[in-house]
């Protein structure tokens, strides 16, 4: 799959970076292992979009498939060292702010705090 055939499906760039932090593709129980690629562009686009489990296209494999993989990799760490692996980077490319900003429009009081007379 060289070619993107969907806006939730990864590059041949973005995949490239995260297959080295790919478990192995090793049968499990005797079946042949979907291709991770494939696999992960249907996670992303259960994401992305919102929809249900069932719901994702067949393109992407079937929703069990892709279902017990998000959970086992899940488990396993390989999400947590994928998004530690991107955060990295991008962190050595200046592009992460760690100053954190968090104002009314974010966390809303609740609505009896606004103008609450204070004592007695």
């Keep these: 799959m060289s070619v993107v055939s969907g806006r939730f499906e990864l590059t041949d760039v973005e995949y490239a970076r995260i297959a080295p932090l790919l478990p192995a593709m090793t049968p499990q129980r005797g079946g042949r ?3 991770h690629r ?6 992303v686009f259960r994401v992305r979009t919102g929809v249900p489990w069932r719901d994702v296209p ?3 494999g ?7 993989r998000f959970v086992r990799w ?4 390989t999400w947590a060292r994928i998004e530690a692996m991107l955060q990295a980077d991008a962190d ?3 592009d992460l702010d760690w100053h954190g900003n968090a ?3 974010i966390v809303r009081a609740h ?5 609450a007379r204070k004592g007695g």
């Design 58 to 60: 067949a393109r992407y």
């Design 74 to 77: 899940q488990e396993d760490g």
């Design 33 to 35: 292992w979907r291709d």
């Design 62 to 68: 079937p929703w069990k498939t892709l279902y017990k």
């Design 111 to 115: 609505q009896h705090a606004a103008g």
């Design 38 to 43: 494939q696999v992960i562009n249907g996670i």
């Design 103 to 105: 104002d009314s429009t």
């Design 92 to 94: 050595a490319a200046g």
